[in-house]
């Protein structure tokens, strides 16, 4: 019997990102320490489907169905190929965006009493939303952009004049719940208004229009509970073809952007940023582990723009370099965020959920 822990990297979803989950997996399932883990690859189809892998990748179809045991006695996966029950002993959900980061999925581990890396169901819910990340971090005495929001309901009733008014020209407006620049538009101008607003409410029922902030774009890993750590920030220099950091920047043009690791800025504002980035982490109920991303006005303001829970590991992505920056490797580091896990899933079984009056 081995003596290792069995990790299930579960990615995938029914998510606009998807493909970024896949990418994200790949690399913990080729960089987990494979001495200390036996990783275990599920992947959730666009569709819904809980599927078992023999290795990261984007083929669903004709592979063995799973389905979950309701049973805290006897936690795990039911293969229906062969009834095979699959035991993990930590799940390392790698899924970014809807039914995967805001809370579905981590609502769904948590009363199956399956310990899992990351944000619980409260930090994940709040986090996903930008509005309500947005209003507790103001309730928090956190800065943030100025900013306005509608409900799907409320359409018609949007006018660009009083978004302009409020907010200036240009303005931001974003789907409220989703991640990766997906339903995000950059407006100048009143032609761009009805575009922005059919493209936000495509993906949510929520639109939030920010002021657009001059200045660089940061961002600061956080890591740890009782005493969480930050990394120093890092900086994204998205290339003049581009209006924002967009989906396209992100993930399809090599030459978008230039990463800056460490950000090149002074002690006092790097002091400052790692400061707001674990108030903020605490403000959000996050746990584990998150990224930060932040703007650095140019009048030297710090303004917290989002948290992300699951944020990328892909070969691009900041989280990991930030703590590379540090010392920390990529398989150290999934080490790290592991017994981070299991440490504070020990902490709360001090927690009874059982009364007797």
């Given at each position: ?13 029914k ?28 992947g ?9 892998k ?5 083929q ?25 029950f ?14 995967g ?78 991640g ?5 538009v ?9 575009k ?11 639109i ?52 800056h ?32 991303d ?15 829970t ?48």
């Amino acid at each position: 019997m081995s003596n290792k822990l069995s990790v299930a990297i579960i990615y995938g979803g029914k998510s606009v990102e998807h493909q970024i989950s896949i990418n994200s997996a790949k690399n913990i399932f080729e960089y987990i320490d494979r001495d200390k883990y036996d990783p275990i690859a599920i992947g959730i189809s666009p569709t819904g489907d809980w599927v078992l892998k023999e290795s990261i990748d984007n083929q669903f179809d004709g592979q063995p169905q799973l389905a979950l045991a309701l049973s805290t006695t006897n936690k795990g996966f039911k293969n229906l190929t062969n009834d095979e029950f699959i035991r993990p002993d930590i799940i390392f959900p790698v899924l970014h965006g809807t039914d995967g980061e805001d809370g579905s999925i981590q609502g769904l581990l948590k009363s199956m009493e399956i310990p899992f890396v990351g944000t619980g169901v409260l930090g994940s819910a709040i986090s996903m939303s930008k509005l309500y990340t947005k209003r507790l971090l103001e309730a928090a005495g956190i800065p943030v952009s100025k900013y306005l929001t509608y409900d799907y309901p409320q359409k018609s009733e949007i006018k660009f004049e009083h978004v302009e008014s409020t907010l200036g020209l240009p303005f931001m407006a974003k789907a409220a719940n989703l991640g990766s620049s997906v339903g995000v538009v950059k407006v100048k101008s009143k032609a761009d208004f009805k575009k922005a607003l059919d493209e936000a409410f495509k993906f949510d029922n929520t639109i939030l229009f920010e002021q657009y902030i001059t200045g660089r774009e940061l961002e600061c890993s956080v890591m740890g509970n009782e005493t969480p750590v930050a990394s120093n920030p890092a900086e994204i220099v998205v290339s003049k073809n581009y209006e924002f950091y967009t989906y396209e920047a992100k993930y399809l043009d090599p030459n978008a952007v230039e990463l800056h690791v460490p950000a090149k800025v002074d002690a006092s504002t790097v002091a400052t940023i790692r400061e707001l980035s674990i108030k903020a982490y605490k403000a959000l109920s996050c746990d584990d582990f998150a990224r930060v991303d932040l703007f650095l006005t140019d009048n030297g303001k710090i303004l917290i723009n989002e948290i992300n829970t699951i944020p990328g590991f892909t070969n691009s992505s900041m989280f990991p370099m930030m703590w590379q920056e540090r010392g920390i490797s990529f398989t150290d580091l999934i080490s790290e965020l592991i017994a981070i896990a299991l440490k504070r899933e020990g902490a709360a079984h001090r927690i009874t959920n059982q009364y007797q009056p």
